[in-house]
């Protein structure tokens, strides 16, 4: 059975840096198939895709948000970490993480399942 | 990046009642098209991937149809459990972009 849970503070100032955890269990990022993402819901909005890193370390990261994203892993803790920089309160959302496959040979990808996400207020 | 667009918004329907939802991708994205069920303060939840194939799990009364930009999900009975949002996804090619989510709510 594949889990995810995110961690980090639930409240940012402007200006600082977020840092979010995703510690997952069922599965090794270690496989190309294999991926974790980020994904974000500001209140009462729609789902934003974050970033993603892959089990060859390949990562990829939404344009919009490019230079404030860095997405690592540690693969012997099972944990995939999000820094988000200059927080803003346009950044107060709900971040999930999400366990991503790719089928072969046709490259369908899907991210499932998801954890329950984390609340982060940005606040002065 | 492809934009996703979803209608309705939301809807409100019974017990029972089927109920389609459509999604319409900026540019084609073959079959590259998921369906998730969200729940407030629960995980999103996979439906549909691949425009139709059944994720593992859910029940049958959900189909995904659709290719190249047009898109439909399908709630064939609407069951209590069902009343959620409900989003597409294209994952044809980064950024990987939502619809804005359809609200089905009890009439």
């Known amino acids: 059975q594949i889990t995810l849970k995110e961690s980090g503070p639930t409240l940012v100032k402007p200006t600082q840096t977020l840092t979010l955890t995703c510690t997952f269990s069922?599965?090794?990022?270690?496989?190309?198939?294999?991926?974790v993402g980020w994904i974000r819901q500001p209140p009462g909005k729609a789902l934003e895709w974050l970033a993603l890193?892959?089990?060859?370390?390949?990562?990829r990261y939404s344009p919009s948000l490019n230079n404030r994203l860095t997405i690592t892993k540690d693969t012997s803790k099972n944990q995939v970490v999000l820094s988000l920089t200059n927080m803003d309160s346009v950044d107060t959302a709900t971040y999930f993480c999400?366990?991503?496959?790719?089928?072969?040979?046709?490259?369908?990808?899907?991210?499932?399942?998801w954890g329950l996400g984390a609340l982060v207020t940005v606040s002065s | 990046d492809i934009q996703m667009t979803q209608s309705p918004s939301s809807l409100s329907a019974s017990m029972g009642d089927r109920v389609t939802i459509t999604c319409r991708a900026s540019?084609?994205?073959?079959?590259?098209l998921n369906w998730y069920q969200h729940k407030p303060g629960k995980a999103p939840s996979l439906l549909i991937y691949?425009?139709?194939s059944l994720q593992s799990g859910v029940p049958s009364r959900f189909s995904g149809s659709g290719s190249g930009t047009d898109f439909t999900l399908t709630i064939s009975g609407l069951q209590p459990e069902d009343f959620a949002t409900y989003y597409c996804?294209?994952?044809?090619?980064?950024?990987?972009?939502f619809g804005q989510g359809t609200k089905v709510d009890i009439k």
């Open positions: 691949g425009a139709s």
């Open positions: 999400a366990h991503r496959l790719r089928l072969f040979p046709s490259h369908i990808n899907y991210f499932d399942p």
């Open positions: 540019q084609s994205i073959s079959v590259y």
């Open positions: 996804q294209q994952s044809y090619t980064t950024p990987w972009t």
């Open positions: 069922g599965f090794s990022l270690s496989d190309r198939a294999v991926a």
């Open positions: 890193i892959y089990g060859n370390d390949e990562k």
